[in-house]
Nanobody
C-alpha cells in the first residue's frame, strides 16, 4: 500500500485546512487509515483514525470537536478536516494505514504503512 498525503500549508490561528491521503496499490477490505503528527524532538503523536466502512472514528482528546476524519466512498481516500486551528497544531502530519489491530490501538508502531509528511503551520 502506498500513501500520498497532501493539503498542508500555512494558516492563521482559528483558520481551517483539509488534508487528504490517497491510498494505492493492493488495497483490501479492512484497511484502517489514520493521521499522526510530529514536531521536532517529540515522538509521533496519534491524531485520528477511521475504519474501513467509515462508520467508526477515533481522535486524540486535543483535537476532538475541531478535527473531523472522513473517508471517500471508494475507501481509498481519507480526509482530515481541521477547523479552529491553534498554534500548537503546528507539526508535520503523516498519513498511516494498517490492516490488523483495533481502530483504538493508536501507537505509531501499530501502523504498517506510512505516507510522506505534509507540513501544517498555524501562526498566532
Amino acid at each position: 500500500v502506498q500513501l500520498q498525503a497532501s493539503g498542508g500549508g500555512l494558516v492563521q490561528a482559528g483558520g481551517s485546512l483539509r488534508l487528504s491521503c490517497a491510498a494505492s496499490g493492493r488495497i483490501f477490505s479492512g484497511l484502517t487509515m489514520g493521521w499522526f503528527r510530529q514536531t521536532p524532538g517529540k515522538p509521533r503523536e496519534f491524531v485520528a483514525a477511521i475504519n474501513w466502512s467509515g462508520g467508526s472514528t477515533s481522535y486524540v482528546d486535543s483535537v476532538k470537536g475541531r478535527f473531523t476524519i472522513s473517508r471517500a466512498n471508494d475507501k481509498t481516500t481519507v480526509y482530515l478536516q481541521m477547523n479552529s486551528l491553534k498554534p500548537e497544531d503546528t507539526a508535520v502530519y503523516y498519513c498511516a494505514a494498517k490492516y490488523y489491530g483495533s481502530l483504538y490501538n493508536t501507537r505509531s508502531t501499530d501502523y504498517e504503512y506510512w505516507g510522506q509528511g505534509t507540513q501544517v503551520t498555524v501562526s498566532s
